[in-house]
T-cell receptor, first 116, second 111 residues
Framework: DTAVSQTPKYLVTQMGNDKSIKCEQNLGHDTMYWYKQDSKKFLKIMFSYNNKELIINETVPNRFSPKSPDKAHLNLHINSLELGDSAVYFC???????????????FGQGTRLTVV | KQEVTQIPAALSVPEGENLVLNCSFTDSAIYNLQWFRQDPGKGLTSLLLIQSSQREQTSGRLNASLDKSSGRSTLYIAASQPGDSATYLCAYSSNTGKLIFGQGTTLQVKP
């Protein structure tokens, strides 16, 4: 039974298109995240939500917009895709938010986005 | 500046060896430190979490230590096996809740 699941696993699309990546966690966690892993395998946070409220918004282009309909879901919508958006996007969740002890993070399997 | 450095970047050992992966960080105000494993084309699997008040955690053949004062953590793998081959990532949680990652150590254990 998958704890953090993302769809799709692979996404190939043309420049200029709009696409969404979905994420769901069945761990009952309060906090969800989006991370980006670039071509050099470096992972960096993009967004974090706690109980549907945005708490972290790193320096990410406005074309990226997260949406959290409930605390078990955090979707990532990307407008006007660019070649440089090609990367692996990981969703993650943790029980607690910033400043608390139980912040062990669990990750999804990733979505490999290729913009052509 | 929040930085995590992992040394070595790559490591190849024969099966059965004990090995140590190193992680150093510049931020002294960490909340916890987490070690992950990433297999090629896969997601991240959490291996061990060390709270800032703890000094080490153990799980099976894995032992992770944390020294906040020196900004260092080590992951010790005992009796390595080919199935341990993967990239090992170290990350600490800051007071904002985000994880700051190192670039990983890619381990190959040869049969």
């Amino acid at each position: 039974d998958t704890a953090v699941s993302q769809t799709p696993k692979y996404l190939v699309t043309q420049m200029g298109n709009d696409k969404s990546i979905k994420c769901e966690q069945n761990l009952g966690h309060d906090t969800m995240y989006w991370y980006k892993q670039d071509s050099k395998k470096f992972l960096k946070i993009m967004f974090s939500y706690n109980n549907k409220e945005l708490i972290i918004n790193e320096t990410v282009p406005n074309r990226f917009s997260p949406k959290s309909p409930d605390k078990a879901h955090l979707n990532l919508h990307i407008n006007s895709l660019e070649l440089g958006d090609s990367a692996v996007y990981f969703c993650a969740s943790s029980q607690d938010a910033a400043g608390r002890l139980n912040t062990e993070a669990f990750f999804g399997q990733g979505t490999r986005l290729t913009v052509v | 500046k929040q930085e995590v450095t992992q040394i070595p970047a790559a490591l190849s050992v024969p099966e059965g060896e004990n090995l140590v992966l190193n992680c150093s960080f510049t931020d002294s105000a960490i909340y916890n430190l987490q070690w992950f494993r990433q297999d090629p084309g896969k997601g991240l699997t959490s291996l061990l979490l060390i709270q800032s008040s703890q000094r080490e955690q153990t799980s099976g053949r894995l032992n992770a230590s944390l020294d906040k004062s020196s900004g260092r953590s080590t992951l010790y793998i005992a009796a390595s096996q080919p199935g341990d081959s993967a990239t090992y990532l170290c990350a600490y949680s800051s007071n904002t809740g985000k994880l700051i990652f190192g670039q990983g150590t890619t381990l190959q254990v040869k049969p």
